[in-house]
Every structure is written in structure tokens, then in C-alpha cells.
């Protein structure tokens, strides 16, 4: 069963402390994607690497920081400087030639901050 | 401005409507234009996928864009209740490094 997992899909953080997100998938996509949603806001980009060993800031990468160590991994790690941590994070996948830039996306980590 | 612009809704309409959902944009260099579709708690998942201008069919979906415009569209034939989800607007332009603009999102209520 091809697709995107995410893990966990409930985290509560402490504030202070450094939480990592997961994200893996093995549709054999080259480009993954870390994407917050907040309520009336849409998604916003955090991080984004279209290759393994790289990855760029997107729009709000402050107080985040990502890997790219494996094709099939893009872990998130939510450092304590991120001032409101809590959010509904999203992980997507694409490969270039398919088309265009369709994205596809895990279920989510709804993270919490106590 | 923003890039891209979503009436957030909610939007409720009676099962078996048509539904229109749109979205206007700024960016002339938007080539790409993708609906998705969110429940609740949720990750989006993908309905349409279009390439400049036109209309493209799926089922009960037409997704449409208007280039001269700045403006796409998603219908929805005979609405469903399990259509009832919120539904994003998605846009990206070529060489942009495959990242995506969003709208807000459109939230849909199809009641019985």
C-alpha cells in the first residue's frame, strides 16, 4: 500500500522542549514538503526538499529544522524557539515529470503545546 | 494582498445542489491549478489537477480556469452530504521548485 505516513497523530509538548515530527513514504517521490495549517489560514510552508542531503526554507521555517538524510524520510523537529508551536502539521510528497507539482499529503500531526 | 484569494465560507447548500467553489489570484505565472479536498482532522487529498486554461471533468467534479481572468473554479453536480469537507485551491508556476500557493480553503456543508 503505497503512501504517506505520519507519525505520531497527537503530540503534546511542553514548552521548552524540542519535539520531532515524522513523515515517511514510499511512493518513490523525490520532493517532500512540511506544511502548517492553522484556522483560517490555509497551509503555510515551512521547510521543503526536493532532493536527499538537501532542503530550503519556505515561508515560516523560523524555529523549525528538517533532514533529508533518506529519500523516503523528512523528519521535523519544532524547537523550542518557535514561539506558538501549536498547529496542525502536514507532510506532503511530489516527483517532478508527473504532470506538474501534485502534491500528496500524509493525515497530519496535531501538536499541542501545554 | 494574498497571492491567492478563498471565500472561507462556510457554505451550506441542500443535498443534490450545484455547488460552486472559486478562487482569484495575482500571479500571471500560475500555470498549475489543483483543488483538494480536506475532512476534518484531516490530511487533503487530491480532486483535480489542471494545466492552463480550460475545463477538465471527473465524475461529479468540473474543475474550470480562466487565465484572462485570474480565477478558477470547482463544481460540484448533485452534492452529496459526504461532499461536505473544506475544499483548497492550490496553484504553482513553472521553475517554481514545485511549491505550491494555497488558499485559505472553502468550507462546504451539504445538508439532508
Known amino acids: 500500500d503505497g503512501g504517506i505516513t505520519q507519525s505520531p497523530k497527537y503530540l503534546f509538548r511542553k514548552e521548552g522542549q524540542n519535539v520531532t515530527l515524522s513523515c515517511e513514504q514510499n511512493?518513490?517521490?523525490?520532493?517532500m514538503y512540511w506544511y502548517r495549517q492553522d484556522p483560517g489560514q490555509g497551509l503555510r510552508l515551512i521547510y521543503y526538499s526536493q532532493i536527499v542531503n538537501d532542503f530550503q526554507k519556505g515561508d515560516i521555517a523560523e524555529g523549525y529544522s528538517v533532514s533529508r538524510e533518506k529519500k523516503e524520510s523528512f523528519p521535523l523537529t519544532v524547537t523550542s524557539a518557535q514561539k506558538n508551536p501549536t498547529a496542525f502539521y502536514l507532510c506532503?510528497?511530489?516527483?517532478?515529470?508527473?504532470?506538474?507539482?501534485?502534491?500528496?499529503f500524509g493525515p497530519g500531526t496535531r501538536l499541542t503545546v501545554l | 494582498q494574498k497571492e491567492v484569494e478563498q471565500d472561507p465560507g462556510p457554505l451550506s447548500v441542500p443535498e443534490g445542489a450545484i455547488v460552486s467553489l472559486n478562487c482569484t489570484y495575482s500571479n500571471s505565472a500560475f500555470q498549475y491549478f489543483m483543488w483538494y479536498r480536506q475532512y476534518s482532522r484531516k490530511g487533503p487529498e487530491l480532486l483535480m489537477y489542471?494545466?492552463?486554461?480550460g475545463n477538465k471533468e471527473d465524475g461529479r467534479f468540473t474543475a474550470q480556469v480562466d487565465k484572462s481572468s485570474k480565477y478558477i473554479s470547482l463544481f460540484i453536480r448533485d452534492s452529496q452530504p459526504s461532499d461536505s469537507a473544506t475544499y483548497l485551491c492550490a496553484m504553482s508556476e513553472p521553475g517554481g521548485g514545485n511549491k505550491l500557493t494555497f488558499g485559505t480553503g472553502t468550507q462546504l456543508k451539504v445538508e439532508l
Open positions: 489542471t494545466y492552463s486554461s
Open positions: 506532503a510528497s511530489s516527483t517532478p515529470g508527473t504532470g506538474g507539482n501534485e502534491q500528496f
Open positions: 511512493l518513490n517521490h523525490d520532493a
